[in-house]
């Protein structure tokens, strides 16, 4: 749903919130909770713990709406960080490591397809960015996708890929400075 | 524990050992207390804040792989209900049920006659028809026509394709930014709505055209509640 019209949308009713909008509040709910909720869920695996996440996630961007600067960030990126902190964060505390499919380090993972509305909503960012993960070495894609996706730790990608916690995180430093110089090009 | 700041083997070419930790925070790869240390400095300090902004940024459009999935109805109402309340008015005055009876009979007539001089403004200032085409994905779904004299809008499907369960609904969206419902459309034939008398004034140039999916008969509550999957501004032809 990145369309330029939706961006403009909410990054409107953001501004509207810190002025005690309710209606404003409701107007990001409705054109962003699909996606958070899909995040969220992504990432704890169960429906109960991401509603309760996505409920911390409106609450927080109710009381942290005057933040959001729109010069700086697009909307869903300081949308989908606050999503992806809080479920992450849940995840930590609940303290247990979900079971998780070992993974071949040089497995090509099939894109679980971008949905309609994220075609339309990210797809120039996106495109640019995949670019550059392709130019990962398999592993340390595969390693990426686990942290980003399954909010895994080092410790827990480590064990799913089979390799000592120090070649773990070499291979995801050494990636995000690959990454970096990419998308800086 | 993973200590964040102990790293095994040389790297290429090294950033600073606090844009790398801003990286793995925004990645999420920190378990309980190297995060926790982490998000202490995402909150007192501002340059590490941007570092792991900035990162953020770079990783989001990822999420657009994760397909969106509709929370339960139910939801909203939890949320609405554990936002802080609203900080009550001070003057006593506006508390008043006298007050307010005496204000909206006098408002009332106001705004009957502020209506009426909108849409007679509004009639006025803009005789000529606005154009709207309304696009997403990269190509045009219709082309909306306004004649704002005879308040109505004609819209004709240009390349939309229908969709069993749902159906397109257009909307306004003037400058506050507030869709408003202006009617069904159909992806087989031209269709003119006539545009609500208090909305005219408001369909207006660089005012918005937008497309919801919705379910049969329309959104149910007012607003948009499937997704927007084009839109387009009023220009003049």
Same mark, same amino acid.
């Given at each position: ?66 933040? $959001? ?78 942290? $980003? $996706? ?36 | ?32 207390? +190297? ?14 804040? +941007? ?39 001070? /003057? ?10 005496? *204000? ?8 009957? +006659? ?33 004649? /704002? ?49 208090? *909305? ?6 660089? +005012? ?30």
């Amino acid at each position: 749903m990145d369309l330029d019209a939706n961006r403009t949308l909410i990054a409107v009713a953001l501004g509207r919130i810190p002025g005690g909008d309710r209606a404003a509040l409701q107007t990001v709910y409705r054109l962003t909770s699909a996606k958070l909720f899909g995040v969220a869920l992504r990432i704890l695996g169960e429906r109960s713990e991401a509603e309760d996440v996505l409920q911390e996630v409106y609450v927080t961007v109710w009381r942290k709406a005057a933040d $959001f600067d729109p010069s700086r960030a697009s909307p869903m990126t300081w949308l989908i960080a606050i999503a992806r902190n809080r479920a992450i964060d849940r995840l930590r505390a609940s303290r247990q490591s979900r079971a998780m499919a070992p993974i071949e380090a040089a497995a090509e993972v099939a894109d679980s397809g971008i949905g309609a509305d994220g075609a339309l909503e990210m797809s120039q960012d996106n495109a640019r960015l995949h670019g550059c993960l392709d130019g990962l070495a398999a592993h340390e894609r595969n390693a990426l996708r686990g942290a $980003f $996706f399954d909010g895994n730790t080092y410790e827990e990608l480590a064990a799913r890929m089979s390799v000592p916690l120090g070649t773990m995180k070499s291979w995801i430093r050494r990636a995000m400075i690959k990454l970096k110089s990419c998308l800086e090009q | 524990m993973t200590d964040a700041t102990d790293h095994s083997g040389k790297l290429p070419e090294d950033l600073p050992e606090a844009e790398l930790l801003a990286a793995e925070y925004a990645l999420g790869v920190l378990d309980g207390a +190297a995060r926790a240390a982490a998000a202490q400095r995402v909150a007192r300090e501002p340059a590490f804040a +941007a570092m792991v902004a900035a990162w953020e940024a770079r990783l989001a459009p990822w999420a657009a792989e994760i397909a969106d999935i509709a929370p339960p109805p139910q939801l909203w109402e939890r949320i609405a209900a554990a936002l802080p309340a609203p900080i009550p008015p001070r /003057a006593s005055l506006w508390q008043s049920l006298a007050f307010w009876r005496g *204000l909206t009979f006098v408002t009332g007539a106001l705004a009957a +006659a502020c209506l009426a001089a909108a849409i007679y403004l509004g009639t006025l200032t803009q005789p000529q028809p606005l154009l709207a085409t309304i696009e997403g994905g990269g190509h045009s779904h219709f082309v909306a026509t306004v004649d /704002a004299r005879r308040g109505t809008v004609a819209v004709v499907p240009a390349a939309f394709a229908a969709d069993a369960s749902r159906v397109p609904e257009l909307w306004l969206i003037p400058a506050d930014g507030r869709p408003r419902p202006l009617g069904l459309l159909r992806a087989d034939r031209t269709v003119t709505i006539t545009i609500p008398a208090a *909305l005219v004034p408001h369909a207006r140039r660089d +005012a918005v055209l937008a497309v919801s999916l919705e379910p049969p008969g329309g959104s149910p509550t007012g607003a948009p509640t499937g997704p927007v999957i084009a839109s387009g501004k009023l220009t003049n032809l």
